[in-house]
C-alpha cells in the first residue's frame, strides 16, 4: 500500500479534537491534539500521544500535569492557530482572547467555552515512535450542560 494510501486509512479514524494545556514557571500554554482516548473507567485515565518537539511535551513531562479541554464545533479558529504555533513563540492564550477559569487539583488552568475540562495528573509514560504516550489520571473535571456540539475530524476535514 503507498504511503497517501496508509495516511487516509489511519485519518479515517474519528478524531475528538481538544486543547491540551500545561503550566510551567507562570507560563500557560495550549496545542491542539486529537489523538486522545479514555483508557480505564476506575480509575478514570486518558492517554495522550504528544510529538516530542511540541513545547507542550516539554511542559508536560517536567511537570507531570495537563488539562484537557473539549472544543465545541465553532472553534475553528482557535483549534487552526493552537495547532499551527508554537507556545515557544506567541503566546496562544492572549492572543486569541481565551477566559481561563482556575483548576481544582492542578496548577494549568481550565478554558472557559469549552465542551468540558479534564485535570490530568501523569501517572505513566511510555515512548510511542516519534512521540510520547502521557497517561494522564482525571482529578477533577467540569461540563458545560449548554447543547454544545463537538468538534470531531476526518480524514483531515471537520464533521459538521
Ligand atoms: C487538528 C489537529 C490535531 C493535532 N493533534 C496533535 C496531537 O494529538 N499530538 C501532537 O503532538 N500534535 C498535534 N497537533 C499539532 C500541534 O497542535 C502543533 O504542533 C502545535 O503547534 C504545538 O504547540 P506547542 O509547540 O505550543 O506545544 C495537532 C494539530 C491539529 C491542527
Redesign the pocket.
Known amino acids: 500500500m503507498d504511503k497517501e494510501s496508509l495516511n487516509l486509512a489511519s485519518r479515517s479514524l474519528v478524531?475528538p479534537?481538544c486543547l491540551v494545556g500545561a503550566i510551567q514557571n507562570e507560563k500557560h500554554?495550549?496545542?491542539?491534539?486529537?489523538?486522545?482516548t479514555q483508557i480505564s473507567a476506575n480509575p478514570l485515565q486518558l492517554i495522550?500521544?504528544?510529538?516530542k518537539?511540541?513545547?507542550?511535551?516539554n511542559?508536560i513531562s517536567e511537570t507531570g500535569e495537563f488539562v484537557v479541554s473539549i472544543l465545541g464545533s465553532e472553534h475553528k479558529e482557535i483549534?487552526?492557530v493552537?495547532?499551527?504555533?508554537?507556545?515557544?513563540n506567541v503566546d496562544?492564550v492572549k492572543q486569541l482572547k481565551i477566559g481561563t477559569i482556575p483548576s481544582a487539583v492542578v496548577k494549568a488552568p481550565r478554558l472557559a467555552g469549552c465542551l468540558a475540562n479534564m485535570e490530568c495528573k501523569v501517572v505513566a509514560q511510555y515512548p510511542a515512535g516519534d512521540?510520547t504516550l502521557f497517561v494522564g489520571e482525571v482529578v477533577a473535571a467540569d461540563i458545560n450542560k449548554e447543547d454544545q456540539k463537538p468538534m470531531i475530524?476526518y480524514r483531515g476535514k471537520y464533521i459538521e
Open positions: 478524531w479534537v500554554n495550549i496545542m491542539t491534539a486529537a489523538w486522545i495522550i500521544s504528544i510529538d518537539s511540541r513545547y507542550t511535551h511542559m483549534a487552526a493552537c495547532g499551527s504555533r508554537s507556545g515557544r496562544k512521540r475530524m
